[in-house]
Each structure stands twice: as structure tokens, then as C-alpha cells.
């Protein structure tokens, strides 16, 4: 592995989505991720869909990294578990808070082993607080946030996404507080230290504005279906042809824009929409305009008036439009894997695009345990008769 991380070391021993993603984004970039799973496998492999037995997102949250079996349940497992640490710079870790002080693996057990390393651990609700002994996952976070209750059409429901939008969220932001941590150890301490990160509390930052206007004014955000409460017109516009376009006039000079390239400038200067305050008060007539303009011109046509004009419209694609999409071809944003179980099979790229150290995807998820043997050998010198042995007691 090559990258701007290759000298960083990282156990993986976090299952589901939020912090194996953290451990992706790192490997990504080039550190070496040793996944641990139990014997049985990770709960990921049997997540999602599956093609001739091999499950798909595994191939994707897997990438990069490499496979040990390891039983953290035994004092053996748990005795090499420690080994490893001791030579490792990041542990990335997601059982529930308590679990990993029960096995004697918590910070600060590991810290007496290796007092440089950097601990991760992702849960639901956190090691502290009154909900920190509760089993959850993300939808838990979406429900919990706001999220939920702001997402949706007004007359419906609260609606959950139907992704990891939260333990995406939270695998970004183990990946960053990790690197801060790593910088500090570098560069200022030489200690390591424990990273406490709830899956529900960067999807809290991400939703911006409600809680400051909570506080301030009192106001509580309710579902406003693809609207904005601050920006209009911002909404999904039907074509003459059935296609769906989202168009966005956040800022004013947009709205101009996109005003004179339908023919109506006089909508600029009228007191319903001089500026977005307007016309979020008045959205539904300005909406009305945009969606007659639009519904009576295919959506190519539109498009490209639009587009032409410097307004802010695009497609709403679904994942036949985005694998063919030119713009993302160019920008190589869907990568081709070689990979033993599947052959070539496409997934999202890395992410973000770096002039001197970019990353790479340099294999997929790869199969149970296939390289506990090599790196059992490579980081602490096991022979055959060790592996031989850990083998027949369950340990790997």
C-alpha cells in the first residue's frame, strides 16, 4: 500500500457501518487497516445483498483493508489483540460502551501497552450520558437529531433515509478526528488518546441552522418537502417528458439569472421575490412559475436554457443515470475493481481528489481471514505451529 498514510498502522475491530467506513477512509489514503472479525465473520457479510454468495457492500466498506480472524472473547484473542496494539497507531472500535473494559481492552488498558496509540470508539449514544448503555444504530441518530422529524413532505410523515446517512456522517468524522489526534501525537505530545464519538452527534452539525434558531427565536423546523426555509424557489420541478430537476436560487444573482432565461425579468424586481425572505413567504407562487415554465419543455430543453443562462439546475438521477453520466466518468467518481470473487466490479471512488498523494482502491473487501497467517507472521513473528495452534482452540 502507497499513500499519504502508509506509515500509519490501524485495527479495525468495529462491525456495521459507521466506524468500518472510518477505517475505509483511512485505507483509502494508504494505511495499512487490519480488520479483525470474529472466526464467524463480520455481521457486514451478511448485510445487504449478496451475488453468488458474496455480499456486495463488503466489497466496498472491506476495500483495502486486511482480514484476521481473531475471537476477542477468549484471554488468548484478547492477549494478541493487545500484542497487535502495541504495535499499532489507531484502534477503531464499535461494541457497545463497556464491552471492551469487560475483555480489559479499553484505552485505558491498551494505553499501558502503547501509550501513542489512538483509540476510536463509535456507538450509538456515546460513552457518557444516561443513554450510553443502550444498543442502537443510525436510524436511532436520523430519529433522535431532528433529522427525521424535518425531512419529508408537511403532510406526511417523518421520514428516515433509507441509506446510513448518519453512520456515513460519523465514519467521516472518525476519520477526521483521528487524524487530528494523530497530528497532536506528532507534533506537540507523543500520546495517543481516546476518541469518544456518538453516531447522532455529527449528524446534529451537519443539520446547521435549526438549533441556533431554536435557541434564539423559539422556532421549531417541521418538514418542508424539497423546499428550503431560506432560499426560493428550491424545489424538484417535473418535465414535459416525466424527468424530475432540482434548481436552486440560493443566492440572489442566481434568481436573476434563471428569471431572464424563462423570459420573466420582471420577477426581479417584484416585491413578492426582491430577495429570499420574499419569497420563502411566497413560495408557492414563485414555484408555480418555475414548474409551468418547466413542465411545458422536455427536460433536456430546459436544461440546457437553464444551464446557459448561469442558473442552478440539474437531474435527479437514480443509479443507471449516475454510472453513465459523462461529467462523472471524467472525474473518475465510479472505479473498476479487479477483485477474485466478482471480477471487475464498479464502486464510489476516493474521495477527495489529491495533486501530490492521491488515494487509491487497491483491492476490494477481501475474504474471511484471508490473511490472518500473514499478518500474524508479519507483526508479531508467529510460526506455523502458532497459527496451527490458535487455529484448533477457536482463537482465529
Not at 428569471?259 to 411566497?282: H, K, M, S, W, Y
Request: charged share 20%; glycine share 10%.
Amino acid at each position: 500500500m502507497s499513500g499519504p498514510l502508509s506509515n500509519v498502522r490501524v485495527l479495525d475491530a468495529a462491525s456495521f457501518m459507521a466506524a468500518p467506513m472510518t477505517a475505509m477512509w483511512l485505507a483509502d489514503f494508504g494505511a495499512e487497516v487490519i480488520k479483525i472479525e470474529h472466526p464467524q465473520g463480520d455481521m457486514m457479510r451478511t448485510w445487504g445483498t449478496s451475488k453468488n454468495g458474496v455480499p456486495l457492500f463488503w466489497k466496498v466498506v472491506g476495500r483495502n483493508k486486511r482480514s484476521i480472524t481473531l475471537d476477542l472473547h477468549l484471554a488468548k484473542g484478547q492477549e494478541i489483540f493487545k500484542a497487535l496494539v502495541a504495535k499499532a497507531d489507531v484502534v477503531v472500535e464499535n461494541f457497545r460502551p463497556g464491552t471492551m473494559g469487560r475483555w480489559h481492552l479499553d484505552y485505558e488498558s491498551l494505553r499501558d501497552v502503547n501509550p501513542r496509540v489512538v483509540m476510536l470508539s463509535i456507538s450509538a449514544f456515546g460513552q457518557t450520558g444516561p443513554y450510553s448503555p443502550r444498543a442502537g444504530f443510525g436510524t436511532l441518530a436520523e430519529a433522535m437529531s431532528g433529522y427525521a422529524h424535518m425531512t419529508g413532505s408537511p403532510d406526511g410523515p417523518p421520514t428516515l433515509p433509507s441509506f446510513g446517512l448518519a453512520d456515513g456522517i460519523a465514519g467521516v468524522t472518525g476519520a477526521y478526528a483521528i487524524m487530528v489526534a494523530l497530528h497532536e501525537r506528532d507534533t506537540i505530545s507523543g500520546l495517543g488518546q481516546s476518541i469518544d464519538l456518538a453516531i447522532y452527534e455529527p449528524l446534529m452539525t451537519v443539520l446547521g441552522f435549526p438549533f441556533i434558531e431554536y435557541d434564539q427565536l423559539g422556532i421549531v423546523a417541521e418538514r418542508l418537502g424539497s423546499r428550503l426555509p431560506f432560499a426560493s424557489p428550491r424545489n424538484a420541478f417535473r418535465s414535459r417528458d416525466g424527468r424530475w430537476l432540482a434548481m436552486s436560487c440560493s443566492a440572489q444573482s442566481t434568481f436573476a439569472r434563471a428569471c431572464r432565461a424563462i423570459g420573466r425579468p420582471e420577477l426581479i424586481d417584484d416585491p413578492r421575490f426582491i430577495d429570499n425572505p420574499a419569497r420563502t413567504v411566497n413560495h408557492e407562487a414563485i414555484d408555480a412559475i418555475f414548474a409551468a415554465w418547466i413542465g411545458e419543455r422536455d427536460a433536456g430543453e430546459a436544461m440546457t436554457v437553464l444551464n446557459d443562462a448561469g442558473a442552478a439546475i440539474a437531474p435527479i438521477y437514480d443509479m443507471r443515470d449516475v454510472f453513465h453520466d459523462e461529467h462523472f466518468k471524467a472525474r473518475e467518481n465510479i472505479a473498476a475493481v479487479e477483485d477474485a470473487d466478482l471480477g471487475t466490479l464498479r464502486m464510489q471512488n476516493v474521495v477527495s481528489k489529491m495533486s501530490r498523494t492521491p488515494g487509491r482502491i487497491h483491492h476490494a473487501g477481501p475474504r474471511l481471514g484471508e490473511h490472518t497467517a500473514e499478518v500474524l507472521r508479519e507483526w508479531l513473528g508467529m510460526d506455523e505451529h502458532d497459527l496451527e495452534e490458535l487455529s484448533a482452540e477457536g482463537v482465529i
